[in-house]
């Protein structure tokens, strides 16, 4: 079953820390030290709204920041495939058992668990990254091809946008451009033979996968995994999540896999955090860009917390007042976990 759900790859990856002094100090590293020892002693940056993470959105992409979607989702991707090999490395390879049959090596089977919007886009980005690194990727991407057309109502590249329906929710309704983007990443998923667990049909098939069957087929890879990485709902989500990533997140909570979650334990408001107990607590957080403030309680429990998306233009970190640590080497993240309170 692993060889069919999760791929196998032998590349290694090759980080090598150093400081950057343009963003707010911290001590240096050596060489030798693993950007995780920056880990307790954690780091003030501030953590924004919604509303402020919109705006820095929007300026990085507007003419001033001068960034396309694609060039953002490729450093976010980069920065969280980057952050699993951190927390959670690849072992080393293993000779043949005495079937002649390939060992799994520690931390090598990473699912990856992607959403309709952009932070989909990210996790299919690092899912490729991964791959790179030698970790054997998979990927749960169950996105209807479902976007919103403008007022001319046109087809677009043969068929992928079509009028959507009034009951399909607000956060499947995608730009012609945004799904054309998602489309690529995805391709370059399949290019590198990626397992693609329970994928949605394109709008024009008739037979589409019944809600049950792609619940089972998650459940499955979700016990395959070593690592889960959660890119199901960004900072923009609202309301309740509904099928299929309804499930998704009750498994989320029931799972003993480790979860790393992208910006926000999916479900959680991005500005008060798990705010009815109900959802999951991810076992380590990566914050895109600046850390959100639904998760200052999480991050102040002294939880794994690591910063990624090292794209912020300087003079915007100044202007307000972000307070970024800065990245070691060529590193895409860095550890800002806060010391745990004490009892």
């Known amino acids: 079953m692993f060889s069919t759900i999760f791929g196998s790859r032998t590349t290694e990856p090759s980080p090598s820390p150093a400081t950057d002094a343009r963003y707010d100090e911290l001590p240096s590293l050596s060489a030798s030290t693993a950007p995780r020892t920056v880990a307790r002693r954690g780091h003030a940056a501030r953590y924004i709204t919604a509303d402020e993470a919109k705006q820095i959105d929007a300026e990085l992409m507007g003419p001033h920041g001068a960034f396309s979607l694609d060039q953002l989702m490729e450093l976010a ?51 490729r990254h991964l791959t790179q690194f030698g970790y054997a990727a998979s990927i749960f991407y169950p996105k209807l091809l479902l976007i919103r057309l403008g007022e001319q109502g046109r087809n677009f590249q043969g068929g992928l946008c079509r009028v ?53 087929a998650f459940k499955r890879a979700l016990t395959q995994a070593d690592v889960v990485v959660d890119c199901v709902f960004g900072f923009s989500f609202h309301g309740p999540p509904r099928a299929p990533f309804d499930f998704v ?60 998306g090292r794209f912020v233009p300087f003079a915007m970190v100044k202007e307000r007042g972000l307070n970024l640590p800065s990245f070691p080497g060529s590193m895409q993240c860095v550890d800002i976990t806060m010391s745990a309170p004490e009892q």
Not at 181 to 191: A, D, P
Not at 265 to 288: C, H, M, Q, R, Y
Request: aromatic fraction near 4%.
């Open 77 to 127: 991707g980069l920065s969280i495939a980057q952050c699993v090999s951190e927390l959670y490395p690849l072992g080393p390879p293993l000779p043949l058992d005495a079937n002649g049959i390939k060992q799994k090596r520690t931390n090598e089977r990473v699912l990856l668990c992607c959403g309709p919007g952009n932070q989909g886009g990210d996790g299919l980005v690092a899912a």
């Open 249 to 308: 997140l009750k498994a989320f909570k029931a799972t003993d896999r480790p979860i790393l979650s992208v910006d926000i334990p999916s479900g959680w408001d991005v500005e008060k955090g798990n705010v009815d107990g109900e959802g999951f607590t991810a076992d380590a957080l990566i914050s895109l860009t600046a850390p959100k403030l639904g998760v200052k309680e999480y991050a102040e429990e002294g939880r794994t917390h690591w910063l990624g």
């Open 164 to 216: 959507l329906p009034k009951r399909v929710p607000k956060y499947k309704q995608l730009t012609c451009s945004q799904d054309l983007i998602l489309q690529r990443l995805k391709k370059q998923c399949e290019n590198l033979e990626l397992p693609l667990i329970a994928p949605a049909p394109l709008a024009s098939s008739s037979f589409p996968m019944a809600p049950d069957a792609q619940a089972n």
